[in-house]
Protein backbone atom coordinates (compact mmCIF):
# COMPACT_ATOMS: atom_id res chain seq x y z
CA UNK A 1 0.00 0.00 0.00
CA UNK A 2 1.06 3.59 -1.02
CA UNK A 3 1.69 5.67 1.88
CA UNK A 4 2.79 9.24 1.85
CA UNK A 5 3.73 11.49 5.28
CA UNK A 6 4.98 15.22 5.16
CA UNK A 7 6.91 17.06 7.11
CA UNK A 8 8.67 19.81 8.09
CA UNK A 9 6.30 22.97 7.79
CA UNK A 10 5.71 26.08 10.50
CA UNK A 11 6.26 29.48 10.89
CA UNK A 12 9.31 31.52 8.74
CA UNK A 13 9.73 35.13 7.80
CA UNK A 14 9.50 36.35 4.25
CA UNK A 15 12.86 35.62 2.44
CA UNK A 16 13.62 32.27 4.84
CA UNK A 17 13.71 28.87 3.90
CA UNK A 18 11.96 25.81 5.05
CA UNK A 19 12.85 21.86 3.79
CA UNK A 20 9.87 19.98 3.51
CA UNK A 21 9.98 16.17 4.06
CA UNK A 22 7.79 13.44 1.95
CA UNK A 23 8.35 10.44 3.63
CA UNK A 24 6.97 7.28 0.91
CA UNK A 25 6.44 3.61 1.59
CA UNK A 26 5.17 0.94 -0.49
CA UNK A 27 6.80 1.94 -3.65
CA UNK A 28 9.93 3.19 -5.54
CA UNK A 29 10.80 6.63 -6.65
CA UNK A 30 12.23 4.80 -9.59
CA UNK A 31 8.64 3.79 -11.24
CA UNK A 32 6.77 6.97 -10.17
CA UNK A 33 5.99 10.11 -10.58
CA UNK A 34 6.74 12.43 -7.46
CA UNK A 35 4.61 15.92 -7.16
CA UNK A 36 4.61 19.07 -4.53
CA UNK A 37 1.69 20.68 -4.79
CA UNK A 38 -0.22 23.47 -2.02
CA UNK A 39 -3.53 24.81 -1.37
CA UNK A 40 -4.21 28.04 0.40
CA UNK A 41 -7.48 29.01 1.55
CA UNK A 42 -10.29 29.75 -0.59
CA UNK A 43 -7.55 28.92 -3.02
CA UNK A 44 -8.01 26.23 -5.83
CA UNK A 45 -4.62 23.54 -5.16
CA UNK A 46 -1.54 24.30 -7.21
CA UNK A 47 1.04 22.58 -8.06
CA UNK A 48 4.97 23.45 -7.24
CA UNK A 49 6.89 20.96 -9.07
CA UNK A 50 6.84 17.41 -10.11
CA UNK A 51 9.76 15.25 -10.84
CA UNK A 52 9.88 11.60 -12.62
CA UNK A 53 13.08 9.93 -14.21
CA UNK A 54 15.39 12.70 -13.38
CA UNK A 55 13.28 14.81 -15.44
CA UNK A 56 11.55 18.46 -13.11
CA UNK A 57 8.71 20.63 -13.61
CA UNK A 58 8.87 23.64 -12.01
CA UNK A 59 5.87 25.90 -11.73
CA UNK A 60 6.97 29.97 -12.32
CA UNK A 61 6.24 31.10 -9.21
CA UNK A 62 9.15 29.14 -7.77
CA UNK A 63 11.47 28.74 -10.23
CA UNK A 64 14.56 29.49 -8.95
CA UNK A 65 13.49 29.52 -5.58
CA UNK A 66 12.48 25.67 -5.18
CA UNK A 67 14.10 23.06 -5.54
CA UNK A 68 13.57 19.21 -5.32
CA UNK A 69 15.29 16.09 -3.93
CA UNK A 70 15.75 12.75 -2.78
CA UNK A 71 17.07 10.39 -0.72
CA UNK A 72 16.53 6.47 -2.13
CA UNK A 73 17.81 5.08 0.59
CA UNK A 74 15.69 6.87 3.06
CA UNK A 75 12.27 6.43 0.26
CA UNK A 76 12.24 10.26 1.22
CA UNK A 77 11.81 13.45 -1.01
CA UNK A 78 12.44 17.04 0.13
CA UNK A 79 11.23 19.87 -0.91
CA UNK A 80 13.93 23.20 -0.54
CA UNK A 81 11.87 26.15 -0.22
CA UNK A 82 14.03 29.31 -0.25
CA UNK A 83 13.19 32.67 -0.59
CA UNK A 84 10.14 32.42 0.69
CA UNK A 85 7.42 35.37 -0.12
CA UNK A 86 3.97 35.92 2.16
CA UNK A 87 2.35 34.49 -0.77
CA UNK A 88 3.91 30.96 -0.66
CA UNK A 89 1.92 30.33 2.78
CA UNK A 90 -0.46 27.12 2.07
CA UNK A 91 -0.75 23.55 3.22
CA UNK A 92 1.79 21.71 1.14
CA UNK A 93 1.32 18.07 -0.03
CA UNK A 94 3.17 15.66 -1.76
CA UNK A 95 1.78 13.18 -4.01
CA UNK A 96 2.62 10.23 -6.14
CA UNK A 97 1.42 8.35 -9.41
CA UNK A 98 2.44 5.31 -11.51
CA UNK A 99 3.42 7.61 -14.46
CA UNK A 100 5.98 9.96 -16.02
CA UNK A 101 5.53 13.95 -15.74
CA UNK A 102 5.88 13.79 -19.66
CA UNK A 103 2.02 12.64 -19.54
CA UNK A 104 0.70 14.19 -16.51
CA UNK A 105 2.84 17.46 -15.46
CA UNK A 106 1.37 19.48 -12.62
CA UNK A 107 -2.27 18.61 -13.27
CA UNK A 108 -3.55 17.50 -8.97
CA UNK A 109 -5.67 15.30 -10.59
CA UNK A 110 -3.79 13.20 -12.47
CA UNK A 111 -2.31 11.48 -8.50
CA UNK A 112 -3.28 8.78 -7.34
CA UNK A 113 -1.73 9.17 -3.73
CA UNK A 114 -1.74 11.88 -1.62
CA UNK A 115 0.16 12.91 2.18
CA UNK A 116 -1.90 14.41 4.64
CA UNK A 117 -0.21 17.91 4.13
CA UNK A 118 1.56 19.88 6.03
CA UNK A 119 1.21 24.25 6.98
CA UNK A 120 3.85 26.53 5.51
CA UNK A 121 3.26 30.30 7.04
CA UNK A 122 5.79 32.94 5.91
CA UNK A 123 5.41 36.02 8.03
CA UNK A 124 5.79 39.41 5.89
Known amino acids: EVHLVESGGGLVQAGGSLRLSCAAS????????IGWFRQAPGKEREGVLCVSSSVTYYADSVKGRFTISSDNAKNTVYLQMNSLKPEDTAVYYC???????????????????WGQGTQVTVAS
Open 95 to 113: AAVARDIATIGLQAVMYDY
Open 26 to 33: GFTFDDYA
